[in-house]
């Protein structure tokens, strides 16, 4: 992508958009406000966003997870079977259609994935199936902090459904292992906490939380390396512990933060198919209870808080102007919105030299062109969080190579031609 071709709103102005982190994402250009708790994303926040989907997307393969597309807007009928419409703790958004048809935007999807396969699948040995869809949801949530708690926001949520409790406890295990390696080839430090099933029922839930310094729920996490125990504030027995005590589980330190719930799994027991009446034939013929499990990712909170993570390590920095997002960089990867800057100093062959560059990155890559100055080419590369920046200048005038710097300050001349070899390297962990 050409500079000169993108819109891009970055501005290096702070803007007072609340949070530290909701402020970088708008100075950034990767997402704009329409309203309290509605945000859009640019073509860079997009890009950010699909990259986590993809990654999500991949992992779910793994667990043989089958994408589907259900309707956010949904009738009355099915929530009213599950016990749920206008009990979905004050946050559900309704209306009436023309035809004075009770109608809501689903804040969640349990309803809507029981009607899909109810009276569809008849036997058990149809199952286990899991499905899951990347979309909306909608609650009338108390706006703050961005992407954290929005009215509209997308998430992955999923659903297993099982012919008895033991495949239900095996499907839970391996899509809560699943959602570990997603978040870890995101780069994002989390722990996993015992949580309360509250307004979406069942026997067992779990959260997966981000320690951060500013989040939206209190914290305590193990600090030991390979551990990934927690509790927050509303976690069953958070009062159990502090700051300071031995990790339960492994014996290390726990610490107190700021948490952000960016995931959540539930094991749903039959509490859905009882109460809407989803059964399938057992071997001898005989209606059964079907066994389900809920669980969630959400898309627009693991962006952000990747951001707020970034945070440890200078990316957001009150006192500085030039807080910039961290996007990190893993053996799978990285969702910053580029792989790669090409930033020319001069023109003539040193801007046909990094245009040829950029063509041989492909899309994956943002040459600097257009009429930015030379410092706002570095400026704009360093807030997006481009892992590495190819530039093309005084070097290659002098050597014939180019210049490959990468944010944690590592360095590398290469030739032209060497380029995407050397950015394939950089932007997955090497």
């Known amino acids: 992508m050409r500079r000169s071709d993108l819109f891009l709103p970055a501005s290096r102005d702070r803007r007072g958009e609340g949070t530290e982190a909701t402020e970088l994402l708008v100075r950034a250009g990767l997402i704009r406000e329409f309203g309290s708790g509605r945000w859009a994303l640019t073509p860079a926040g997009q890009r950010i966003r699909e990259k986590v989907v993809d990654r999500i997307r991949a992992g779910m393969r793994t667990v043989g997870g089958q994408e589907v597309a259900l309707p956010g807007l949904q009738g009355r009928e099915r929530w ?13 958004f309704t209306l009436e259609d023309r035809d ?30 899991t499905l899951y869809q990347v979309g909306a949801k909608f609650r009338d949530d108390h706006a703050r902090a961005g992407l954290l708690r929005c009215k509209e926001f997308t998430m992955k949520d999923a659903y297993s459904f099982h012919a008895d409790e033991a495949s239900l406890r095996e499907g839970y295990r391996e899509i809560r292992a699943a959602y570990e390696r997603i978040l870890a080839d995101l780069g994002l430090e989390f722990v996993v906490a015992d949580a309360a099933n509250s307004v979406m029922g069942g026997e067992r839930s779990e959260e997966f939380l981000a320690p951060v310094r500013d989040g939206t729920c209190d914290l305590l996490a193990c600090t030991a390396e390979d551990c990934r125990f927690g509790l927050s504030d509303e976690s069953p027995r958070y009062g159990e512990f502090a700051a300071g005590d031995d990790c339960p589980d492994c014996g290390g330190r726990l610490r107190a ?47 952000q808080t990747l951001v707020m993570e970034g945070g440890a390590d200078g990316g957001v920095d009150a006192d ?60 704009e590369s360093g807030l997006l969080g481009i892992p590495a920046k190819v530039v093309v200048g005084n070097t290659y005038r002098e050597t014939g190579t180019v210049d490959i710097e990468r944010l944690n300050g590592e360095n590398l001349a290469v030739a032209p031609e060497s380029v995407p070899a050397a950015v394939e390297q950089f932007g997955a962990g090497g």
């Open 257 to 303: 933060s700021g948490g952000v719930e960016v995931g959540h799994v539930f094991e749903l027991g039959t509490r859905y198919s009882d109460s809407m009446g989803f059964t399938v034939d057992d071997a001898d013929g005989r209606l059964q209870q079907v066994w389900m499990g809920s669980y969630g990712l959400g898309v627009g909170r693991i962006v």
């Open 320 to 379: 500085s102007e030039e807080s910039a997002c961290r996007w990190p960089v893993t053996e799978w990867g990285s969702v910053a919105p580029y792989r790669a800057a090409v930033i020319p100093i001069g023109d003539g062959e040193v801007e046909e030299v990094a245009a040829e560059i950029h063509d041989a990155i492909g899309e994956d890559c943002l040459l600097f062109d257009g009429k930015q100055s030379v410092g706002e080419r570095f400026a």
């Open 80 to 92: 009213a079977q599950s016990g749920r419409w206008g009990a979905f703790e004050g946050e559900m």
């Open 100 to 129: 004075g048809r009770e109608l809501c935007l689903a804040p969640s999807h349990e309803e809507g994935m029981v009607h899909l396969l109810d009276g569809v699948v008849r036997s058990y040995d149809e199952l286990p199936l």
